[in-house]
C-alpha cells in the first residue's frame, strides 16, 4: 500500500476534519485468547442497541483541538500532576529519574519511550533542578516523534471501485461508531456508501447499523442473525457495485463463541470477498479502545497476523488516563494510526496529527 496522495481518491485528512476548521515476541496463544476476551462468552440474551449519536453537529462547534484537549483532559492532567510532584523543587538525579520512568511506564506509554524521554532529559541537565514545564515539554517532543511516522490519513487509492474498508476490533471498542461516523464524513463528502452488516451475530448490531445507515443515507446490506457473514460480505460487495458505491465499510463481530471462531470468521469474510475482487479488502481497520489500556497491545498482535490489519482508529480517548496507550502501540507496531475518537459523537472522529496529540496529552 502506498500513500502517495497523488493516486489516491480521497483524503481522510481533510474530510475527516469538520470544513471550519485550519487544516515483543508474539503472544502465547493464552495471552492472545485473553486479548480477545474482554467479556465472557456472550450470553443468549439480546443485549439492547446503542443509540447512535445525533449526526447534527452540536450548534457551536468547538474547534477540533479544543476537543482534542477537553478529551484527553485525564490523560495529561495525571501527567502534569505527577511531573510537578517529582520535579517541583528537586534536582533531576539518579531517584527523579527513575521516578519519571516509573509514571511514564504507568502511563502506558511504553517502557522504550519512558526510557528515551529520561535519557534527552538527562542531557546536560544532571543534577540541577529542572521546571515540570521543561520535562513536559521534553515529553511532548518525544511523543510527537514517535507518533509523526504512523500519523497518515487514509488514503482511498487506486481505482477500486468501491473501496472495501473491513472494519474489524474486539468486542465495544466502537466498530460500529466509527464506521457511522466514517459513512457520515464520506457522504458529506459526496460519495456513495454502503453499508455491510457483517455483525450477524447479534440482532442489535445490525438494527444499529441499520440506524447510521438512515441517518447518513448509506445503503446498508443486511441478512438477519446468524446468517453466515462471509455470504453477507459477498452480497454487501456485489451490491456496492450494483449501486455504484465507491466505499464499502463492513462491520464485523467483536465477540464470537470464542477467539478462535472470530478469527476463522474474519479469514472467511476476506477469502469470499476476494473472489469478486481480488485485492479486496483494500483496508483492514483496527478499532482500539483506549480505556483498556495495555490489552490493546495484545489485541494488535492478534488482529495484525490473523487479519491482515493495514491501520488503526484509537477510540474512547475521551475519559481515560490511559491515551498513552496509543503512544507505547506505535513506537512498537509502527501501523498507521488513521484517525482517533474522543468521543460518541459524530463530529468526534478526526485525522490523526501527532503534534497536536502531543500537546493535548504533554502541554495542555
Ligand atoms: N466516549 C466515547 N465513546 C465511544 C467512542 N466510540 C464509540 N463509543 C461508544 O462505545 C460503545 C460501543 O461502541 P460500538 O460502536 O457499539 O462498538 P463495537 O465495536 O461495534 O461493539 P460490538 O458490536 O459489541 O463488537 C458505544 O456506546 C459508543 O457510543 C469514543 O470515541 N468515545
Ligand atoms: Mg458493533
Given at each position: 500500500m502506498s500513500d502517495t496522495p497523488a493516486k489516491s481518491r480521497s483524503l481522510f485528512g481533510r474530510f475527516l476534519r469538520p470544513a471550519a476548521e485550519p487544516a515483543p515476541p508474539p503472544p502465547e496463544p493464552a495471552e492472545a485468547a485473553a486479548a480477545l476476551q474482554q467479556e465472557p462468552a456472550p450470553p443468549p440474551v439480546e443485549p439492547p442497541v446503542t443509540p447512535p449519536p445525533q449526526v447534527e453537529a452540536p450548534a457551536k462547534k468547538q474547534g477540533w483541538f479544543q476537543r482534542l484537549k477537553a478529551g484527553l483532559t485525564k490523560t495529561s492532567a495525571k501527567l502534569s500532576e505527577d511531573i510537578a510532584g517529582i520535579f517541583t523543587k528537586r534536582k533531576l538525579d539518579a531517584d527523579t529519574l527513575q521516578e519519571l520512568e516509573d509514571l511514564l511506564i504507568q502511563a502506558d506509554l511504553g517502557v522504550e519511550t519512558a526510557m528515551r524521554i529520561t535519557e534527552a532529559l538527562s542531557k546536560g541537565r544532571y543534577n540541577k533542578e529542572i521546571a515540570p514545564a521543561e520535562v513536559r515539554a521534553v515529553l511532548a517532543a518525544e511523543v510527537e516523534r514517535v507518533l509523526t511516522p504512523v500519523a497518515k490519513p487514509l488514503l482511498l487509492e487506486g481505482d477500486h471501485r468501491p473501496h472495501v474498508i473491513l472494519v474489524v476490533g474486539v468486542n465495544g471498542t466502537g466498530k460500529t461508531t466509527t464506521i457511522g461516523k466514517l459513512a457520515q464524513r464520506f457522504v458529506q463528502e459526496g460519495k456513495k456508501v454502503t453499508l455491510a452488516a457483517g455483525d450477524t451475530f447479534r440482532a442489535a448490531a445490525i438494527d444499529q447499523l441499520e440506524i447510521w445507515g438512515e441517518r447518513t443515507g448509506a445503503e446498508v446490506v443486511a441478512r438477519g442473525v446468524g446468517a453466515d457473514s462471509a455470504g453477507l460480505a459477498f452480497d454487501a460487495l456485489k451490491r456496492a457495485r450494483e449501486n455504484s458505491s465507491e466505499v464499502l465499510l463492513i462491520d464485523t463481530a467483536?465477540?464470537?463463541?470464542?477467539k478462535q471462531a472470530l478469527m476463522e470468521e474474519l479469514e472467511k469474510v476476506i477469502r469470499v470477498l476476494r473472489k469478486i475482487d481480488?485485492?479486496?479488502?483494500?483496508q483492514v481497520l483496527l478499532v482500539l479502545d483506549a480505556t483498556t489500556g495495555q490489552n490493546a497491545l495484545n489485541q494488535v498482535e492478534v488482529f495484525k497476523d490473523k487479519?491482515?490489519?493495514t491501520g488503526l482508529v484509537m477510540t474512547k480517548l475521551d475519559g481515560t488516563a490511559k491515551g498513552g496507550i496509543l503512544v507505547a502501540i506505535s513506537a512498537k507496531f509502527?501501523?498507521?494510526?488513521h484517525a482517533i475518537g474522543v468521543g460518541e459523537g459524530v463530529e468526534d472522529l478526526a485525522a490523526f496529527d501527532a503534534g497536536e496529540f502531543a500537546r493535548a496529552v504533554a502541554l495542555s
Open positions: 467483536g465477540r464470537l463463541q470464542n481480488p485485492e479486496a479488502p483494500h487479519a491482515g490489519v509502527g501501523l498507521p494510526v
